[in-house]
């Protein structure tokens, strides 16, 4: 099976500018987790999408926004960008159905640098 | 809340040494413990899981065994490779949504 795919691995933004991250996970997995990986916060949960419906949602601002569509895919919005965005957004596509604990495998992630 | 807290690095050693990355967690109820590994400029890949209490999770030749009564889930390696020079992270899943990760600990081999 294919792997996850992020596109695109490297985006420059300019301050105020607003960012689409696209993910497309593993086959016949409908669970899409975003997280954000910096220096000084390490990894942090962004928001999780299962059969097109936000479940979960971690402890960021409304900029941070996203959505999935019905084959899975999934993108992650960013308005008004901040310096302090420039980050590693990883995706992570999981195959759990309903309850259980089911492993998460990430994409190589998009290399966010806001100017 | 979910935590997980690893053993800071960074870490060097010499081809073929033994390699420990302390890792413990605190958490509500019963969660899945996992090792993921990040090489320079890639993503994170998923190492090792134990699901349960005294499960044992191994791949590549790392060990990780779920410790209940610690609170532990220590990676071993008993030789390693300058190809294990990586950030490894120690995560923890409750609730199956939302991993919980360790602030890494990075990893040079010397050859």
């Known amino acids: 099976k294919a792997g996850v795919t992020q596109t695109p691995r490297y985006l420059i933004k300019t301050r105020g500018q607003q960012v689409t991250l696209s993910c497309s996970p593993i086959?016949?997995?409908?669970?899409v987790s975003w997280y954000q990986q910096t220096p000084g916060q390490g990894l942090q949960f962004l928001f999780e999408?299962?059969?097109?419906?936000?479940?979960n949602k971690g402890n960021f601002p409304g900029r941070f926004s996203g959505r999935q569509f019905s084959n899975s895919r999934s993108e992650m919005n960013v308005s008004t960008l901040e310096l302090g965005d420039s980050a590693l957004y990883l995706c992570?596509?999981?195959?759990?159905?309903?309850?259980?604990?089911?492993?998460?495998?990430f994409g190589p992630g998009t290399r966010l640098t806001v100017t | 809340g979910n935590s997980v807290t690893q053993m800071e690095g960074p870490v060097t050693l010499s081809e073929e040494a033994f390699l420990t990355i302390n890792c413990t967690y605190t958490?509500?109820?019963?969660?899945?413990l996992f090792w993921y590994v990040q090489y320079p400029g890639e993503g994170l890949q998923l190492l090792l899981k134990?699901?349960?209490?005294?499960d044992k999770g191994s791949n590549k030749g790392f060990e990780a065994t779920y410790r209940k009564e610690t609170t532990s889930f220590h990676l071993e390696k008993g030789s390693v490779q300058v190809s294990d020079s990586a950030v490894y992270f120690c995560?923890?899943?409750?609730?199956?949504?939302?991993?919980?990760f360790g602030a890494g600990t990075t990893v040079t081999v010397r050859a």
């Open positions: 958490a509500t109820g019963y969660p899945s």
């Open positions: 995560a923890l899943l409750f609730n199956d949504y939302k991993l919980s």
């Open positions: 086959s016949g997995h409908r669970s």
């Open positions: 134990a699901t349960k209490a005294d």
């Open positions: 992570a596509s999981s195959g759990r159905q309903g309850r259980g604990s089911y492993e998460q495998y």
């Open positions: 999408y299962f059969s097109e419906t936000q479940r």
